[in-house]
């Protein structure tokens, strides 16, 4: 029994909880039958000619099912590891994490959320507290400001299956030219991580989380890889920085390192409890992970926070 009365979290898809409606609707299940493949962002069996309309037709047919996004959400957010954590550690949730969201945009999102977490910390009992969920996503996504004054993120790799590829491939081009490199984009998360730890209540205890392991330290893990998970990254952010700055990323990112929760849905851990090993390899038709998967991630999240 713990004294979390309640969880608010933040971050990209995998903390949302996306596609984890899949199975049930059977008339996406039917279409994936007509594709060459069910993970249909794996470009090694689906020709790149066909990505763009199975991709947008997988999103319409899902999207579809529901009667609104709050629905979607809502059925999306219960089977999500943060919803499965707030059953077992029997208390409320709120989960304002969302589908593509970049790492400013979660920042954003958490200091738009701040007054509320503030305001049940301030009703709670003396033993009670308040448990952040934090997902920290790939540093390549970008954030603007659009038309309706809310944070937008995006990420060029997602323009590169549809027809903007040759735009994408510009912008890419133009970011690794003129964008923040990766070093900052390191520092910049790092002061994420401080703030958001120096902002909170004393009552507040806060977990950072890296779903697809970006950040932890997979020596001490054990990573299984997903051959038919194309964006998992295989190296370190650190391998892509020139060798005289190698030392002061390697600092910063084991800064961030020790406010991780170090283990992620790719690990040996999560593996090892799956009974059908088979299935630890199979991912939901956008290469989001399983219902499964987030149980099993909530499962070790849970004794994490019990010990």
Not at 3 to 22: P, Q, R, T
Not at 216 to 236: A, C, E, M
Request: hydrophobic content about 35%.
């Amino acid at each position: 029994m713990t004294n979390i009365k309640h969880i608010y979290c933040f971050g990209d898809s995998h903390v949302a909880g996306d596609e984890l409606c899949s199975p049930e609707i059977p008339k996406l299940q039917e279409y994936l039958k007509t594709v060459e493949s069910n993970h249909i962002t794996d470009a090694v069996k689906v020709p790149q000619k066909n990505l763009d309309n199975i991709y947008f037709k997988v999103r319409e047919i899902y999207q579809g099912h529901f009667a609104s996004k709050k629905d979607l959400r809502a059925n999306e957010n219960k089977k999500s590891f943060p919803g499965q954590l707030a059953t077992l550690l029997d208390c409320g949730y709120d989960n304002y994490a969302e589908s593509g969201s970049s790492n400013l945009q979660s920042y954003i999102q958490f200091i738009d959320i701040l007054p509320s977490i503030k305001q049940l910390a301030n009703t709670l009992n003396s033993n009670d507290k308040i448990l952040i969920i934090y997902g920290l996503t790939e540093i390549e996504r970008s954030t603007f400001i659009d038309v309706d004054c809310k944070p937008r993120a995006r990420s060029p790799l997602w323009n590169l299956h549809n027809k903007y590829r040759k735009d994408a491939e510009k912008y890419i081009e133009l970011q690794d030219q003129f964008g923040d490199d990766t070093l900052i984009k390191l520092f910049q998360i790092h002061m994420q991580i401080n703030a958001i730890c120096g902002l909170l209540p004393n009552n507040c205890n806060v977990v950072f989380v890296d779903p697809t392991g970006l950040f932890i330290d997979r020596n001490k893990v054990g990573i299984k890889n997903h051959n038919n998970q194309p964006f998992i990254r295989i190296q370190s952010y650190e391998d892509g920085i020139d060798d005289s700055l190698k030392e002061v990323a390697n600092q910063v990112h084991t800064l961030i390192r020790d406010h991780m929760f170090n283990d992620c849905m790719y690990s040996v851990n999560v593996y090892n409890n799956f009974d059908n090993k088979e299935d630890f390899y199979k991912l939901m038709p956008l290469s989001h992970f399983t219902e499964q998967h987030h149980r099993q991630f909530a499962l070790l999240l849970y004794n994490y926070i019990v010990q």
